[in-house]
């Protein structure tokens, strides 16, 4: 039994896919990011980066719990748990990990910029706004370029590289783009969002997702000095 410890944002969702992905049974425990509970010491005690999504595999190597955080992480250690959505074949094994670290070093990264400047910084700073802005649609455009001649990131089959770069596309309107001008990544974006894997990982916690905007007290959490004190 996998133990989630989650919320409904990007990151949060690639662990939900993949879990409903691979098969494996799993128990949802919510993390209310905006709430701080994110803080708290026993969800520091498995991710002591305070970062959302965690896991704690309850039969882990060994037969032993064991604990994981970094979304990334809990893909990679999710695939080989299970021998699903990451080829052994070495050339087809680092294709799916080259994409993947693409997506945890730019795609989330800088499209997580792009909501901030866009969306929930105090006040707008064009260069900023811009800076993101125009990162978000090079990024758009490398995805696009690779999925020309290829159903999939790291080639023809699925991937935990596909699992973790789609939820971060779902905001594309968000981030200042038109999905209309990546008609690669808009065949490969409506393939993933109509598998029904994906479409039950989207629904974990859905009931919990925002609705309106944030409110001083979410906003100083996130992104104030709660978020920076000292643990």
Do not use: C
């Amino acid at each position: 039994m996998i133990d989630l410890y989650s919320w409904p944002t990007p990151n949060g969702h690639k662990v939900h896919i993949m879990l409903e992905e691979v098969g494996l049974p799993y128990r949802v425990h919510a993390v209310d990011i905006g709430a701080g509970e994110q803080f708290e010491p026993d969800f520091l005690a498995i991710s002591p980066n305070n970062k959302i999504p965690a896991i704690v595999d309850q039969d882990g190597p060994g037969g032993q719990p064991y604990s994981l955080f970094e979304s990334g992480a809990i893909l990679l250690y999710l695939a080989e748990k299970t021998g699903k959505l990451l080829p052994q074949e070495p050339r087809s094994r680092y294709d799916v990990i080259q994409w993947l670290m693409f997506q945890m070093a730019n795609v989330g990264p800088m499209l997580g910029q792009a909501h901030h400047f866009r969306h929930y910084a105090p006040e707008p700073i064009e260069y900023a706004i811009n800076r993101y802005t125009n990162e978000a649609s090079r990024l758009y455009g490398v995805i696009d370029r690779r999925l020309k001649d290829r159903e999939y990131l790291a080639g023809g089959d699925y991937s935990i590289a596909d699992i973790a770069t789609f939820p971060w596309l779902r905001s594309w309107k968000r981030q200042g783009q038109n999905i209309e001008d990546y008609p690669n990544l808009k065949r490969w974006f409506e393939a993933i969002a109509a598998r029904p894997a994906v479409q039950r990982g989207l629904q974990v916690l859905a009931d919990r997702q925002r609705s309106g905007p944030m409110d001083e007290k979410e906003r100083e959490v996130l992104f104030g000095a709660t978020q920076y004190r000292r643990r």
